[in-house]
């Protein structure tokens, strides 16, 4: 039997292109017309040589009426019944529909890939208007020109006996924050329309380095192995690293990257984690190694070796965060803070006091996540140098992490910088909120 209920539709589709009548198949195959009728309107599955038979006649193979081309269009309209009630109970006839109504099938899948592409969008500049530094001091500057162009402009108005050189005065401040907020507002327009461009704009050097290790997947192969290369000859060798700034970020990087793979070789840590679930304690002490070169060891393994994507942030003393390896399902905003980044700043807030909890996930797709978050020394600064911290956290989706250690359960139901839920953790601990806002 054809496995699809949308074989009659190609079929019917298929003799339509040709020209043939339905009469003229059903005789070339030996069968009825009413019979191929009933196929052709998907009420008759058929498969053996009666599919064979028909998809020669049609000069195609049989695979091309059995599996055709509508899986992508199937899953797509899967996907965009989930959570809506009511769904589940036409799931049953959705290949029914998209065999009878193509057209509208297509168009419903479009429409729902644009609004969700649009509900992307409308994130990201909620994002950015809301965090963004740059942009949050582009705006003030440009207001607070305008703000002393119009005081200026008011005394100059309102007041008619303004002596000469002070009247010159005003006139040349005017100018001068004219040509302030020209220059202020031009500056704004470019940053905004390369921001529009693509999510990762190069515009800071963070975002940089975000970009070129977004494209490489997080994984250098050139620093695995033996005979590692060394980090400037690949910084060097990168055209998306255009500014030094971005170019020494990413060195650094690297350098910690050439150290972890030195110290946890690629197939056997892989093997390791595996083994132990991904427990970041184990993997330390299988390799003596502290465990925020685990954290980041763990998160720049393939994810096709892994059969899962896993997510690493981390934030300087202050809590502004210095790296962002976000996955899908678990938001992670590149400026302020979030509910789901509280195991960070628990860990920020107890310097070497590990963190292990679990990450809840509320709204349309609810998902759960295994976080470890650490905070300790950057890097040795000696007895008289100051104590510089940095906390790193480690987010595994559930299928790989280990759910026989129990751990604290956190629940949120949405990426914001203290969650709007009456039992938040951010509410119940403001201790920890001020120390790092």
């Known amino acids: 039997m054809a496995r699809s209920s949308l074989t009659g539709s190609r079929i019917r589709e298929r003799r339509t292109m040709m020209g043939r009548k339905q009469a003229d198949l059903a005789r070339s195959v030996g069968i009825s017309p009413s ?18 038979d ?15 081309a509508e899986a992508a269009l199937l899953n797509a309209l899967r996907e965009a019944a989930v959570g809506h009630a009511g769904a589940g109970e036409e799931l049953s006839r959705l290949e029914e529909f998209v065999g009878r109504f193509p057209g ?19 994130e990201v500049l909620s994002d950015r208007m809301t965090h963004d530094p740059f942009l949050s001091a582009s705006l003030h500057e440009v207001i607070s020109t305008v703000t002393a162009i119009r005081s200026t402009a008011t005394i100059l108005a309102e007041t008619r006996d303004i002596d000469p050189e002070w009247r010159e ?6 100018a001068e924050e004219s040509a302030r907020l020209a220059e202020s507002a031009e500056a704004l327009v470019r940053y905004l329309d390369e921001a529009s461009s693509t999510e990762f704009t190069g515009s800071t050097p963070q975002e940089e380095l975000d970009g070129w290790l977004r494209d490489a997947q997080f994984f250098v192969p050139d620093l695995e192995g033996d005979t590692p290369a060394e980090p400037a000859e690949i910084v060097r060798g990168t055209e998306a690293l255009r500014s030094s700034a971005a170019q ?53 393994l393939p994810a096709e070796r892994i059969g899962a994507e ?6 300087d003393g202050s809590g502004t965060l210095t790296f962002r390896k976000p996955v899908e ?13 509280w195991p960070l700043y628990q860990a920020l807030a107890r310097p070497m006091s590990p963190v292990r909890q679990w990450v809840e996930l509320g709204g349309r797709n609810p998902r759960r996540f295994l976080a470890f978050a650490v905070c300790q020394p950057s890097q040795p600064t000696g007895f008289d140098g100051p104590q510089v911290l940095e906390a790193t956290m480690l987010v595994l989706p559930s299928e790989l992490a280990d759910d026989t250690q129990p751990a604290q359960v956190f629940e949120i139901g949405t990426s914001c910088r203290i969650c709007s839920r009456s039992d938040c953790a951010a509410r119940r601990e403001p201790s920890i909120m001020a120390q790092v806002f």
């Open 35 to 52: 019979y191929l009728n009933l196929i052709e309107h998907n009420r008759r599955r058929i498969g053996g040589k009666l599919i064979q």
């Open 54 to 68: 028909i998809a020669r006649e049609l000069g195609v193979e049989p695979s091309a009426l059995t599996e055709g």
């Open 104 to 122: 509208w099938a297509r168009l419903l899948a479009d429409t729902r890939q644009r609004a969700t592409a649009l509900e992307h969008s409308v």
């Open 169 to 174: 005065r005003f006139h040349r401040n005017m």
């Open 248 to 300: 020494a970020l990413a060195e650094a990087y690297l350098t910690d990257y050439r150290r972890d793979a030195a110290r946890m070789p690629l197939e056997a840590f892989l093997d390791a984690a595996v083994a132990q679930r991904f427990d970041p304690a184990a993997l330390a002490m299988r390799f003596g190694v502290d465990l925020a070169a685990v954290f980041r060891r763990i998160a720049a």
């Open 310 to 315: 896993i997510a690493l942030v981390a934030c």
């Open 329 to 341: 399902g678990f938001p992670l905003p590149r400026y302020s803070a979030a509910c789901p980044l």
